[in-house]
């Protein structure tokens, strides 16, 4: 199994900027798809995107996440990251990232609250203040 550890969470302001990354050891980084998730306190877990593990990276987001999210990898450094724009209140959450050798499982089994993924991260925690 591979090992996530996330950095890069913290405090922010409305309209802000920040980045969160995602840095993997163990197995094959280049073998799992990645996932960015996020839950706030009362609500249920969201998937922000995902990107698939090898060339061509591809890349999938729900429409709720498009516009604001990016999310890329560079598999020579083990590193997934997820970039933040114009961030808003409602984005205050703890952001998890996840791998899985299959794309599938992050993007459409985990719609199922009670699949996971095969690793998560320990989840930063984001503060947007207004």
């Known amino acids: 199994q591979v090992q996530l550890v996330e950095s890069g969470g913290g405090l922010v302001q409305a309209g802000g900027s920040l980045r969160l990354s995602c840095a993997a050891s163990g197995r094959t980084f280049s073998n799992y798809a990645m996932g960015w998730f996020r839950q706030a306190p009362g609500k249920e877990r969201e998937l922000i995107g995902a990107i698939s593990r090898r060339s061509g990276f591809s890349t999938y987001y729900p429409d709720s996440m498009k516009g604001r999210f990016t999310i890329s990898r560079d598999n020579a450094k083990n590193t997934m990251y997820l970039q933040m724009n114009s961030l808003k209140p409602e984005d205050s959450a703890v952001y998890y990232c996840?791998?899985?050798?299959?794309?599938?499982?992050?993007?459409?089994?985990?719609?199922?609250?009670?699949?996971?993924?095969?690793?998560w991260g320990q989840g930063p925690l984001v503060t947007v203040s207004s």
């Open positions: 996840a791998a899985d050798p299959e794309l599938h499982t992050l993007v459409v089994d985990t719609k199922d609250k009670d699949k996971n993924p095969e690793v």
